[in-house]
């Protein structure tokens, strides 16, 4: 979706090394969330975060870590303690104002180990 | 917990041939969303549904809001090779307003042209 910018597109991890994937927004949108999908699976939900300066943990938060700093941006780190980063992690946003608002997604980081 | 069931998982069907999938839920959402995906993009949002026995038209996609509140279709007509992708339903997750959603499992849609 336009609005949501995420990247690099590709990116390569050594092993024991930490990477962040960036996730930029110009929507003004409240909340942000990170999902995992693997080769044919659905989307798997790592952190979010609602406002500014708070974020929660998803089904599967472990070898990840998040900041939200600023209302437009919410970097994903993959720590050297995620044994299986290998994945495609997308970026999404959306409005808390009205209830169920859909949420908006970016294009997307491939990551794999070298 | 919440679960949301696709089916089919994936189809190969020929161009022109009529599409239809579906997603049930173990639990009563009171919003449906369809989403496709293209190969190594991000999920585009096709259609929203909010209310009970809702028909919506987007083009050649039709999604339905089932009565039970539990279920929802998707039909393309007229398939043609751009369909190509992956779709995904989605509701909200929990009964609160955090935003947070539940994916199923994706329906993967091959055409032969």
């Known amino acids: 979706d336009g609005g949501i910018t995420q990247s690099p597109k590709y990116l390569f991890r050594k092993e024991g090394q930490n990477v962040t994937l960036s996730c930029e927004q110009n929507?003004?949108?409240?909340?942000m969330y990170w999902y995992r999908q693997d080769p044919g699976q659905g989307l798997r939900l790592i952190y979010y975060?609602?406002?500014?300066?708070?974020?929660q943990k998803g089904d599967i938060a472990e070898g990840y870590s998040v900041s939200r700093e600023k209302k437009e941006s919410f970097p994903l780190t993959v720590t050297s303690a995620q044994k299986n980063p290998t994945a495609f992690y997308l970026c999404?946003?959306?409005?808390?104002?009205?209830?169920?608002?859909?949420?908006?997604f970016g294009d997307g980081t491939r990551l794999s180990i070298l | 917990g919440q679960q949301l069931n696709q089916s089919p998982q994936s189809m190969f069907i020929q161009e022109g041939e009529d599409v239809s999938m579906n997603c049930t839920s173990s639990s009563i959402f009171n919003t449906w969303l369809w989403y496709k995906q293209d190969p190594g993009e991000g999920p585009v949002l096709l259609i929203a549904?909010?209310?009970?026995?809702e028909l919506t038209s987007n083009g050649r996609l039709t999604a339905q809001f089932g009565i039970t509140r539990k279920d929802s279709f998707l039909n393309i007509s007229a398939s043609i090779p751009s369909d190509v992708g992956i779709y995904f339903c989605?509701?909200?997750?929990?009964?609160?307003?955090?935003?947070?959603?539940?994916f199923g499992q994706g329906t993967t849609l091959q055409v032969k042209p």
């Open positions: 975060s609602q406002i500014v300066n708070d974020f």
């Open positions: 549904l909010y209310k009970a026995g």
């Open positions: 929507l003004n949108h409240d909340a």
């Open positions: 989605a509701g909200p997750n929990g009964s609160s307003n955090t935003g947070k959603l539940i």
């Open positions: 999404a946003t959306n409005n808390l104002g009205h209830s169920n608002q859909p949420q908006h």
